[in-house]
């Protein structure tokens, strides 16, 4: 008998909700649960983990799709502020695209640094939780959801093109550690239109 685990964590609650009903449709048993990947990468380990062990799926898991990354919460509200700015008309912005305009305007470092972290750690602390498990159990598949950014850069958005190289990178590098142990890890790069 065949038992697939699957857990929706994301911190989109609705985008969450459906993918898990998505998932129960085909008889696949789910959880969901909600994490903020914008938070320290010790407190995305322990929500995480206190999820999965409340589940007890915690052992049970064979696949990971990590697909943490996008705009970080805080960049959003960055973005978001900036345009209210502008309707209130306290900036004026020249003929030129959005990115262009919150660059030129200096986008404070704390938000810079906030979207490294948010492309980079709680991918790498979702693996980091999930691995050893896989290992023990001689068996496991992870696979990371990169972008073809991560071949090409993507001017004005250069946070999330270098959050997933270091993903594609580090993705092939865990590959040559533990497929000796029966897990592989795969990384793919799809580009807007296919990822929407």
């Known amino acids: 008998h065949l038992c697939v685990c699957v ?8 985008g969450m909700a459906q993918t898990a009903k998505e998932c129960t449709s085909f ?5 969901s ?8 990468p010790e407190q995305i380990h322990t929500a995480l983990k206190q999820l999965l062990t409340d ?3 915690l052992n049970k898991i064979r696949i990971l799709i990590n697909n943490v990354g996008g705009l970080s919460p805080a960049y959003r509200t960055y973005i978001g502020e900036q345009f209210e700015r502008e309707v209130r008309g306290e900036v004026t912005r020249e003929k030129t695209d959005t990115f262009e305009w919150l660059y030129a305007h200096n986008t404070p470092l704390s938000v810079l640094v906030g979207n490294t972290h948010f492309q980079v750690d709680a991918m790498t602390v979702c693996c980091s ?8 159990n001689r068996k496991g598949l992870i696979l990371f959801m990169s972008s073809l950014s ?14 997933k190289a270091y993903l594609r990178l580090w993705a092939h590098s865990l590959a040559g550690e533990v497929e000796k142990y029966g897990v592989h890890v795969q990384a793919i790069y799809p580009d807007a239109h296919t990822a929407a």
């Open 7 to 14: 857990c929706v964590v994301d911190v989109d609650v609705a």
């Open 150 to 163: 991560a071949l090409s850069g993507m001017p004005r958005n250069r946070e999330y093109a270098a959050g």
């Open 55 to 57: 589940k007890s799926i």
């Open 33 to 40: 649960g909600v994490i903020d990947f914008s938070a320290p």
């Open 129 to 136: 939780l999930l691995l050893p498990q896989m290992v023990d």
């Open 27 to 31: 008889g696949v048993q789910s959880c």
